[in-house]
């Protein structure tokens, strides 16, 4: 369970370019969930998501996971937590080029010491799973849209987080791929995950999967 | 005089400390004011990034202060050829009023410093700030010091004057002379120092590995490891210089750290002081072993610090042996004057 507490964000306090993204936003995020936050643009969705995901601090308020307060920890510790709980697909796949898809996949687990045998399995595992292994050697940049959407998606899975995080997943896809896109999100859920996303694609929130929605206005949930 | 390179780094280290000291005590007293982590507040939040910030920057300034210590003892060394009567560091310090208080200063300086940067350690190791108000009351207790150092040094770089005739060693750490703290040290019996130095190094070691093996007594190491490095200090002067100089009247503290003497004074200072720091700090953390944040790694790290301090005591110990046994000079009995 997630919990946010009167959560603010202003960017650039003090200066004339000062920018309130959340105002006191208080939400409570189940867990085994999907839930979508769901607005136009500017309405604070990715800055919340960041926040959530230990990506970024607060200005004020108290963000809470599994009952212990998270955003007062000291960076190191924010750190291990993002490499453990979260897992993170952006709107654009953030591959690394120059480098094969085994090796994008595989380098968030690094830091964690894994022997490099079982971590080469896990991830030839995950891409199986989502019909990619025959591109594991491949260089990143030889993917097609919805390939690199799919690597980047094997990449957030490689430590087991327990919370998936998409900030705008299907901005870059089309309808079928979008689709495509849905049905993992699915068997995440199956598999006991909580999944957060952010999205203004009707064809996202408006899922039968998505267990919630909620609506983010001027950095204010809509009641 | 003060355009001297060595006095220049002397007194932008200074300067730099204590500003650095200063601006993070702005914070810390705010800190200290204002702190709540079970608050929410703007406030709470840019001060938990502020400490950040402040404590990474005292670390420096920190180390900078015990790197300080040396490079003062280096400079009084160095300039020791432009004074008249100085033979080494201790008539370069006596050439105005303030060269021995400022390196009192530094000496203690160097201690709470240390203290600070083990206990800055042991706050990050928690995820909830432990020891942050205690880490930010010592600051505001260094911080007078700091600055009264920066002070001091400079009143003694800025009061040289090169046409005093200052004292050489011999008279300042002579056992003939009655007045004087250097020159009370000399005087004390080397032979029955000597065995206070052992009898006194055995019961902190004892008492170290002790506390290594059991967990029991920290308090008592860390006392023990401050008398131990009064009485070393005070050995120094009384027995171990005579044994390094091969002589039998000459008691300084400084020559040791002369080239003639292949440096060793700043391989037994260093050894001494860090055994210090690590001994004290030993004490200095034993309180908060139950603290629900720390209790998985603060035990493990005292045991750290007492096993550092164990064995700097023990190489400090094991290099005055060396040089009392490769020493020329024997002494059979003690001379009265």
């Known amino acids: ?223 | 005089m003060i355009l001297h390179p060595t006095v220049i780094a002397n007194l932008l280290a200074a300067y730099i400390s204590s500003f650095m000291v200063l601006y993070a005590l702005f914070y810390g007293v705010q800190i200290l004011k204002y702190w709540d982590i079970e608050n929410g507040h703007e406030l709470q939040l840019v001060l938990e990034r502020k400490t950040y910030l402040i404590a990474t920057l005292l670390g420096y300034v920190f180390g900078l202060q015990l790197l300080s210590l040396f490079l003062y003892i280096f400079t009084a060394d160095s300039l020791t050829p432009l004074f008249v009567g100085a033979m080494c560091a201790a008539g370069t310090l006596n050439v105005d009023a303030f060269g021995y208080p400022t390196l009192v200063l530094k000496i203690v300086n160097f201690i709470v410093a240390g203290l600070w940067l083990v206990l800055n350690y042991a706050d990050n190791q928690g995820y909830d700030y432990p020891l942050i108000k205690k880490k930010y009351l010592l600051l505001a207790f260094i911080a007078p010091f700091i600055v009264l150092e920066t002070l001091l040094e400079s009143a003694y770089f800025l009061s040289m004057k090169a046409d005093v005739i200052t004292s050489c060693c011999g008279s300042l750490f002579s056992s003939e002379r009655t007045t004087g703290l250097g020159s009370e040290m000399a005087a004390l019996p080397a032979l029955s120092m000597l065995r206070i130095f052992y009898g006194v190094m055995f019961c902190t070691l004892a008492s170290g590995i002790f506390f290594c093996i059991k967990s029991v007594g920290g308090y008592f190491y860390a006392a023990l490891s401050l008398l131990m490095f009064l009485v070393s200090l005070v050995s120094i002067v009384s027995f171990i210089s005579l044994y390094i100089y091969e002589l039998p009247t000459h008691h300084c503290p400084f020559c040791i750290i002369m080239e003639e003497y292949h440096y060793l004074g700043y391989l037994l200072y260093l050894l001494l002081f860090g055994a210090v720091v690590s001994g004290i700090g030993v004490g200095v953390l034993s309180p908060y072993r139950q603290v629900e944040s720390l209790k998985l790694m603060l035990n493990g790290f005292i045991r750290k610090l007492a096993l550092a301090s164990l064995i700097l005591y023990a190489a400090f110990t094991a290099l005055v042996t060396y040089e009392i046994v490769t020493s020329s000079l024997v002494i059979a009995y003690e001379v009265v004057y």
Request: proline share 4%.
């Open chain 1, 1 to 223: 369970m997630i919990e946010l507490v009167n959560v603010k964000k202003v960017f650039n306090a003090g200066n004339p370019s000062e920018f309130s993204a959340l105002n006191s936003v208080s939400l409570l995020i189940e867990e085994n969930q999907v839930t979508v936050l769901k607005g136009p643009s500017g309405s604070g969705k990715t800055t919340l998501l960041s926040i959530v995901g230990c990506m970024s601090r607060p200005s004020a308020g108290r963000v809470k996971l599994q009952g212990r307060e998270i955003t007062s920890l000291p960076e190191r510790f924010l750190t291990d937590i993002r490499r453990k709980t979260f897992g993170f697909i952006f709107q654009q796949p953030n591959l690394i080029k120059g480098i094969s898809v085994l090796d994008n996949v595989m380098l968030p687990a690094y830091p964690l010491g894994e022997k490099r045998v079982h971590l080469k399995n896990k991830a030839m595992k995950g891409l199986a799973a989502l019909n990619i292994a025959n591109k594991a050697a491949s260089k990143v940049e030889w993917l097609s849209g919805g390939e690199a959407q799919r690597a980047s998606i094997v990449r957030a899975l490689i430590n087991d987080p327990y919370i998936i995080i998409a900030d705008e997943p299907t901005a870059h896809l089309d309808t079928k791929l979008s689709y495509r896109f849905m049905e993992i999100i699915e068997t995440f859920k199956a598999e006991g995950k909580t999944v957060i996303i952010t999205s203004h694609d009707p064809l996202v929130y408006e899922s039968s999967m998505v267990d919630r929605v909620v609506n983010l206005r001027d950095g204010q949930i809509e009641v």
